[in-house]
């Protein structure tokens, strides 16, 4: 986004929107989407607040797998 070179932003928010969508997270996945048509249509105008968008719903992805990884390890010790 700091270089504004769309084309990078089409081919990253690409490849992001793919993993993202793997662990259902909507949120993620479409912030990534909505950066990778900015890139497709080198429209570059918001980019900088689509991508506070994308890192905030990427820290909640984070923080949900780390519950989610906590909570098995829970149930896998109280199982021993």
Do not use: P
Not at 57 to 79: F, Y
């Amino acid at each position: 986004v700091e270089e504004t070179d769309a084309s990078t932003l089409f081919q990253t928010a690409h490849r992001l929107k793919s993993a993202v969508s793997n662990l259902y997270s909507d949120g993620a996945g479409d912030a990534a989407a909505r950066l990778e048509r900015m890139g497709r249509y080198n429209d570059l105008s918001e980019a900088t607040a689509a991508l506070r968008v994308l890192q905030h719903e990427l820290t909640r992805l984070l923080i949900a797998v780390d519950e989610a990884i906590s909570e098995v390890r829970e149930q896998r010790s109280s199982r021993e």
